[in-house]
């Protein structure tokens, strides 16, 4: 990643500007998905060995590739060139425009599809994926591959639903918040491939996916909607999310009639911890956000900034509530012990306020410090404007940071695309405020219309470093100077 197509107006006009840039670019770079793929992947002659797992190549009358996701198409690329002559097929399913580092090789069908919501394409990519794996033996090894985007990316909906169905329920899902854990439950129990469905469609040949995580705590029954692992929700489960969210009279009626079948024990639930087709099936997270995380880390702290992450990736993520002012100064670093989650709106004032607290009591910490802070927001619509989540966080922390001298919020979509726009985040600091008001523009209104891509791009402060071929989560990084 250049580090020139992660600056903004901001940090150009900052003399640490540069510095700034070329850690958001080592983050990228060290969760680099063939690079990965690679670590995870060794082969000495006909053996391949993943994790403490061994397979003989030369034992299979094929092997079979899969590459799902985000960052198919350069892990795709790594696996092609690791296994050489001995890779029969395969199916590549990516992201519209994230095609880059794809080799031609006429062994492999590479297909563009919708994100975030699924198309037509989509449903081709998932029936060609099905088409391949209903030939497959004993005598097979699938290799997949799986990365952010997956669920949308690969859709073959249940028999009696539409993709139009599924569209309109992801459209549902998206403007009122539901998290991606909840949006993949009801996925799992719609789709064909999804909650264990690619392992049973596999069966009896082995199975080895390789997970690129973009989910936090990195839950293999969620990424890409667990296409080969046991699924732990119900249908129950599913029809709750519904319920929280006050969509069970909202939904198509295909869908309801299906949960409802799936209830009343009408349909067969998801593929369950103990199924014998996943007897053959090993799978492996080989990146996700701790490795982005810890390569901002290094970086920040080679340029000379006393850095720390402030979160732990092995646990769940944490849904902040509204600061409380009367809790004395450093408080902050243990409330973010975990993943960051929940509103964008409600994490971008929580880190301002971070800001401010640290601006007054460093913590231990010396300037220029950079603390570094992973997870997944998420957005309630409540108007029609433009942006992302890393956006709306950003355009949450403008007025909370206004007047605050040396201090820079910078958030990243670690693949480049943030929401439906071609921005990943945006650069936020004290001098923000004031900037927008010269050019009439009121955080507040923009935020209260989730309008935050027109904010920052009137003030050129928007990153576009266009798709990084990755998916690990999101990076908010916040400098002291």
């Known amino acids: 990643m250049n580090t020139a197509d992660l600056m903004t107006r901001s940090l150009q006009a900052m003399p640490q500007g540069h510095t700034i840039a070329g850690i958001l670019a080592a983050a990228l770079r060290a969760a680099d998905p063939a690079a990965a793929v690679h670590r995870a992947l060794q082969r000495h002659g006909t053996t391949m060995r993943v994790a403490e797992r061994q397979y003989d190549l030369a034992a299979y009358d094929r092997v079979v590739l899969l590459a799902i996701g985000k960052a198919g198409a350069p892990m795709a690329a790594a696996a092609a060139d690791l296994l050489g002559d001995r890779l029969t097929a395969g199916v590549v399913v990516v992201k519209e425009g994230h095609r880059a580092g794809m080799p031609e090789d006429p062994r492999l069908t590479l297909i563009e599809a919708g994100h975030p919501q699924p198309d037509d394409r989509s449903v081709a990519g998932a ?91 990195s839950p293999l029954d969620i990424i890409a909607s667990g296409p080969t692992v046991a699924d732990s929700s119900t249908f129950a489960d599913a029809w709750g999310v519904l319920e929280r969210y006050a969509l069970v009279d909202a939904i198509p009626p295909a869908i309801r009639h299906r949960l409802e079948q799936g209830l009343a024990g009408a349909v067969a639930e998801t593929l369950k911890p103990g199924a014998p087709q996943l007897a053959q099936v090993q799978n492996l997270v080989i990146a996700s956000n701790r490795e982005a995380a810890e390569g901002a880390r290094d970086a920040a702290m080679a340029a000379g900034f006393d850095t720390l992450i402030l979160t732990n990736h092995d646990q769940p993520g944490q849904a902040l509530g509204m600061p409380d002012t009367d809790q004395p100064p450093g408080w902050w670093l243990g409330q973010l012990a975990a993943p960051v989650e929940g509103e964008a709106r409600i994490a971008g004032t929580f880190l301002a306020a971070t800001a401010r607290a640290l601006a007054h009591d460093a913590a231990g910490l010396s300037r220029p410090a950079c603390l570094i802070v992973g997870g997944e927001t998420t957005v309630t619509l409540r108007g029609s404007g433009r942006g992302g989540r890393n956006q709306e966080l950003a355009l949450a922390a403008v007025e909370p940071l206004a007047g605050l001298p040396e ?75």
């Open 127 to 217: 029936a060609a994926i099905m088409h391949l794996l209903q030939t497959t033996t004993e005598r097979d090894l699938v290799l997949v591959l799986l990365s952010g985007g997956g669920s949308a990316l690969m859709t073959l909906p249940a028999p009696g639903i539409t993709l139009a169905d599924m569209q309109h329920l992801t459209r549902q899902l998206l403007a009122c918040g539901a998290s991606i854990g909840e949006i993949n439950t009801l996925r799992k129990h719609l789709d064909i491939l999804k909650g264990g469905g690619l392992a049973r469609a596999a069966a009896p040949a082995a199975v080895v996916a390789l997970v690129l995580s973009d989910v936090v705590g």
């Open 407 to 481: 201090v820079l919020l910078v958030t990243l979509a670690t693949d480049g695309g943030d929401g439906p726009t071609d921005a990943a985040g945006a650069v936020v600091h004290g001098a923000t405020a004031g900037r927008a008001a010269e050019l009439g523009l009121n955080p507040a209104a923009h935020l209260a219309h989730n309008d935050a891509y027109p904010f920052f791009d009137a003030l050129g402060d928007l990153l576009r470093p266009g798709p990084t071929h990755t998916n690990v989560n999101d990076l908010a990084l916040l400098f002291l100077f």
